[in-house]
């Protein structure tokens, strides 16, 4: 499976490969020697066929821009593990469930209240410990399955996420 | 392996509350560290100076390598016993470079009683000479103690583990062929004596250095015999006379600069294969480790968010992420190496215990090294678990780790309570090093819990008799009890008669580990093998 670069919102696949002393770029079904030589200073050489060309890249987290003949393109690298989860379309994570059985403490949301994900939703308690149940991820509070002293088993829907649809 | 997506909220008032309460510790954790380190009475740093003798802080910088890291270990052994005069225990040890060569530091601080061994000095020592043979890692000893404290002697003598334990496991390093240097810098009377002896390289400082088995009141009681330490067993005696000792040196100096040219002899370790890779720095912040430890141990955290803030480039590779999910296992790197994970975020149930048997299997054909990483209540009580044979996979758990032949390394993050420590790699389970973080609790059971049952015994005992206690009177039993239980829980408490290796300020703990790793990778790892799991 290939690498992955997002520029400006399109996926490109690409590979690298060695080949004795360059590597070879494999976009499609073509395959291109390329060299890229380090000059100090996010300053670099970059030699594509027999084509040399003056670049500055510079990496901050997957982020990757590159100043190249006159212009700057920005890439993300896009984790194939990212690019193919089926985040989406996975209903299965807009439910928060118990992670074991036990009672609820405290319910911090409303039914209708949007939620970002990571957000409380509600603390049990189960085996002496309290647990914060938090959102899977961002949306508008579905059902409230439960009400503050209720107890239920492991596994147990607590509340449903009506999932918050990515912009296009 | 892909990122791991911190879902920690750092402007939240919880974050924040956590953070200060953290910091707090970690403060007075460096406040309390630094004096055992640094500070000592006026009139015991001037012995020192008047015997022409260096302190051991002093004594270290000599011997190790400039720039280089030092892992000290149980900094604040005995802090709680003793009325708390024996800082560090009397003794410094610790993992640092000599000569470009992994060694583990046995040192004597003088400035302490005299260097006189104590009960916990003499657990202390036994505890860094075990590290030495577990991960083979060659010694260096710097001898400067009055001998063993005699009015407690009943608790550092006889026994299998006490001051015996270190002459044997001395002589079983020669025996694996690690070498060991002693650097005799002051006394070293009665079994202190064997310390150099049973060094493979000794060096001793002419005046100061002395060796002998009866120091001179001793022998004057014993033969009537007068004679000086010196002529008794001083530098020249032994190292032209008696062949007791090798190298003499003039005075200190010159004692620490030959002692780094015999390690600079020895030859390089070949450390275990295992996978490595080019170390990176974990994406997200260390520092919001204080954030993430709830102030209130009864608080569940997700123990991903401490991976996330341990391990290289924030990257983990979760196995089974669906699936028994109260305990979290995967592999990640650490600096450059290698690991498998398992952490707590909940409490052990049939599945969470199989599934960790079955990754630490997993890890031992792996050759991965495996980090335990606890908050732990223990595993789920009740009818319909033990139906399902709770305690047949805890046993499954706990024959695993027993068994692992890969080296395990532990860091309780939180809380360690009950059978939970065990099947999560406890002290009895001789992870290689095994560290504390400074809000942690261990113990059989919770502080609350453990405090109930017990006040109710008293309180039963005297309803018995007949007498109606207010809720004064209740409090009054049971409070003293929670608080001396609090007190037997805390880090503090464990550290100070080394139920591990010391506390770790959070943030430190991805650099401890990296240095303990790379120190067990001196030993080889054997192929797996087990018990047989109660299936």
């Known amino acids: 499976m290939a690498h992955a670069f997002r520029l400006d919102g399109h996926d490109h696949e690409l590979w690298l490969s060695r080949s004795g002393s360059v590597y070879q770029v494999h976009v499609g079904d073509t395959c291109v020697p390329a060299t890229l030589t380090a000059r100090g200073a ?48 996975d209903e299965a994570e807009a439910i928060a469930r118990a992670p074991m059985p036990g009672a609820v403490i405290s319910i911090a949301v409303e039914s209708g209240a949007s939620v970002r994900r990571g957000q409380a939703l509600l603390i049990i308690e189960s085996m002496k410990m309290e647990t914060t149940i938090t959102a899977p991820c961002d949306g508008t509070v579905q059902t409230l399955h439960l009400h503050v002293g209720q107890t239920f088993d ?10 918050l649809k990515e912009a296009p | 392996m892909k990122r791991i997506d911190s879902a920690l909220d750092t402007r939240s ?24 380190r640094h500070e000592r009475p006026a009139r015991d740093m001037e012995r020192l100076e008047r015997q022409n003798k260096l302190f051991v802080r002093d004594r270290l910088q000599r011997l190790l390598d400039p720039g280089t890291p030092f892992l ?7 802090n709680m016993e003793y009325d708390g005069e024996v800082p560090g225990a009397g003794i410094v040890t610790g993992i640092g470079i000599v000569s470009g060569r992994e060694v583990m530091v046995h040192a004597s601080d003088a400035s302490v009683k005299g260097g006189a061994w104590y009960p916990l000095s003499v657990k202390k020592i036994v505890r860094a000479t075990d590290i030495a043979v577990e991960n083979r890692l060659p010694m260096v000893h710097l001898c400067d103690s009055a001998g063993g404290f005699l009015p407690l002697q009943a608790e550092l003598f006889a026994d299998r583990h006490f001051g015996g334990r270190i002459f044997r496991n001395q002589a079983i390093l020669s025996k694996m062929g690690v070498p060991q240097l002693a650097v005799v810098l002051g006394h070293c009377t009665a079994g202190g004596a064997y310390v150099p002896a049973l060094s493979d390289y000794s060096v001793i400082v002419r005046g100061n250095g002395a060796i002998f088995l009866g120091g001179p009141p001793l022998v004057k009681a014993a033969t009537g015999e007068e004679v000086s330490a010196d002529e008794l067993g001083g530098c020249d005696l032994h190292t032209r006379v008696s062949g007791t000792a090798d190298y003499p040196a003039s005075n200190e100096f010159e004692a620490f600069a030959i002692a780094r040219d015999v390690v600079a002899q020895w030859k390089r370790p070949t450390k275990a294969e295992v996978e490595w890779q080019e170390p990176e720095a974990p994406f997200y912040d260390a520092s919001e480790l204080y954030g993430i430890v709830p102030r209130d141990i009864k608080v569940q955290f997700d123990m991903r968010e401490v991976i996330a803030r341990m391990v290289d480039g924030s990257r983990f590779h979760e196995y089974q992420p669906a699936y028994a999910t109260t305990l979290v296992c995967g592999f990640a790197h650490l600096w450059g190496y290698k690991i498998g994970i398992l952490a707590n975020n909940g409490v052990l149930f049939n599945e969470s215990a199989q599934k960790g048997a079955h990754f630490i299997q997993l890890c031992n054909q792996n050759r991965t090294p495996l980090v335990f990483l606890q908050n732990i209540t223990g595993f789920m009580v009740g ?29 309780i993050c939180n809380g360690s309570f009950g059978a939970g420590n065990y099947g999560m790699s406890g002290r009895a389970f001789d992870p290689r090093f095994l560290f504390m973080w400074p809000q942690s609790q261990i113990s059989v059971m919770g502080a609350e819990q453990a405090a109930n049952v017990l006040a109710d015994v008293k309180l039963r005992q005297l309803a018995r008799t007949g007498a109606q206690l207010t809720a004064e009177e209740i409090a009054a039993i049971r409070d003293p009890v929670v608080a001396d239980y609090k007190r037997q829980s805390s880090a503090l408490y464990s550290t100070s008669r080394l139920w591990d290796d010391g506390i770790l300020d959070p943030v430190d703990t991805r650099n401890a580990l990296g240095i303990a790793i790379s120190a067990a990778l001196n030993a080889p790892i054997a192929a797996p093998s087990y018990g047989v799991f109660r299936v």
């Open chain 2, 383 to 411: 009818r319909d678990y033990e139906k399902r044979g709770i305690t047949k996979d805890g046993a499954k758990m706990i024959m695993a780790v027993a068994g692992s032949e890969v080296p395990k390394f532990t860091v």
């Open chain 2, 13 to 36: 008032a919880e974050f924040q509350a956590n953070r200060q309460h953290n910091l707090a510790l970690a403060e007075m954790l460096r406040q309390q560290q630094a004096a055992v």
């Open chain 1, 154 to 163: 492991s596994d147990a829907a607590l509340v449903t996420l009506e999932r």
């Open chain 1, 42 to 89: 996010h300053v670099h050489e970059l030699t594509v066929r027999d084509i040399s060309e003056r670049v500055v890249i510079a990496c901050r987290g997957d982020d990757v821009h590159v100043h190249l003949d006159g212009e700057t393109y920005l890439l993300r690298y896009s984790h194939s593990l990212e690019r193919f989860a089926g985040q989406a379309t």
């Open chain 2, 72 to 78: 000290e270990l149980s900094t604040l052994a005995a």
